[in-house]
T-cell receptor
Framework: EDQVTQSPEALRLQEGESSSLNCSYTVSGLRGLFWYRQDPGKGPEFLFTLYSAGEEKEKERLKATLTKKESFLHITAPKPEDSATYLCAVQASGTYKYIFGTGTRLKVLA | GAVVSQHPSRVICKSGTSVKIECRSL??????MFWYRQFPKKSLMLMAT?????????EQGVEKDKFLINHASLTLSTLTVTSAHPEDSSFYICSARLAGVQETQYFGPGTRLLVL
């Protein structure tokens, strides 16, 4: 069964304290892995798509990496405005549907 | 680019009434849209896949007669919660699939439904 697990569930960081969020997955043929940011009461905002092991993408303080079993979202020198829930989703081959993880709630303290 | 809107953003209704939620892709055409439901501090639960010009595909456990989906055009899908009850209160989010080499789902801002 296709599955996505994110850890940790919640993370508190001091401003400037870098860290990584994990997304482990099992899927029958990966078509794509997606990272989204969700603020309270809002819809998810697209961050990255990764397609193959070894791929990396960066945007400002965020960097996403992908292996055959997991993806990491690295946050470098975070700021309070980076506080949000970060969601990981995978898309299996042969389908348009996404399977979402339960998310990591990130809180960055000033 | 790739903006998806939802209307209304918030709705309060009485038990037994029906509520319609619209999802529009504003700057691209979407042959496929998705409807999700999200409970507090939980992840997104896919309810159904909406395909333009054809019947929606519902996930297991989702009542198709309760949650009516219509995808009448390449930019509009609607979700109607029929005979709503308090247990239908939730945050409903739609997404639209931007097709292409690097296809991605773009999400609307969500609709908060409260059934009294």
């Amino acid at each position: 069964e296709d599955q996505v697990t994110q850890s940790p569930e919640a993370l508190r960081l001091q401003e400037g304290e870098s860290s990584s969020l994990n997304c482990s997955y099992t899927v029958s043929g990966l078509r794509g892995l997606f990272w989204y940011r969700q603020d309270p009461g809002k819809g998810p905002e697209f961050l990255f798509t990764l397609y193959s092991a070894g791929e990396e993408k960066e945007k400002e303080r965020l960097k996403a990496t992908l292996t055959k079993k997991e993806s990491f979202l690295h946050i470098t020198a975070p700021k309070p405005e980076d506080s949000a829930t970060y969601l990981c989703a995978v898309q299996a081959s042969g389908t348009y549907k996404y399977i979402f993880g339960t998310g990591t709630r990130l809180k960055v303290l000033a | 680019g790739a903006v998806v809107s939802q209307h209304p953003s918030r709705v309060i209704c009485k038990s037994g009434t029906s509520v319609k939620i619209e999802c529009r892709s504003l700057d691209f055409q979407a042959t496929t849209m998705f409807w999700y439901r999200q409970f507090p501090k939980k992840s997104l639960m896919l309810m159904a896949t909406s395909n333009e010009g054809s019947k929606a595909t519902y996930e297991q456990g989702v009542e198709k007669d309760k949650f009516l989906i219509n995808h009448a055009s390449l930019t509009l899908s609607t979700l109607t919660v029929t005979s709503a009850h308090p247990e239908d209160s939730s945050f409903y989010i739609c997404s639209a699939r931007l097709a292409g080499v690097q296809e991605t789902q773009y999400f609307g801002p969500g609709t908060r439904l409260l059934v009294l």
